[in-house]
């Protein structure tokens, strides 16, 4: 998967958005539809972030971003400022790397 496919499939879903408020009109959408394209983005930014962590070329692997990760999702589960939850993340990823 490249990044170019990534930003294809994150224009087509937005592309989609639009078209569904064009066709709509001033009409609204049901509130299930209207809950699931607002999810669209965070699911998007999962994938990017689940594909930098675990992949190499096209096979899975699991190193220090997969620790930097984890320190992050527990920081952010923490309620921490997202400057700490990054800063966290990128703390853990280099002391695994050094001393792994």
Known sequence: ???TFVL???ATAYAFKVLG???????TLPP???R??????AAL???IVM????AHGQHLQIDARAAGVGAAVVAAWRKAPL???IVIGAAVTALVRKYA
């Open 1 to 3: 998967m490249s990044w």
């Open 8 to 10: 294809l499939l994150a």
């Open 21 to 27: 408020l064009v066709l709509v009109g001033d009409r």
């Open 32 to 34: 299930v539809i209207d």
């Open 36 to 41: 699931c394209l607002a999810l669209i983005p």
């Open 45 to 47: 930014i999962a994938a």
């Open 51 to 54: 594909l930098n962590t675990f």
């Open 83 to 85: 400057i700490v939850v």
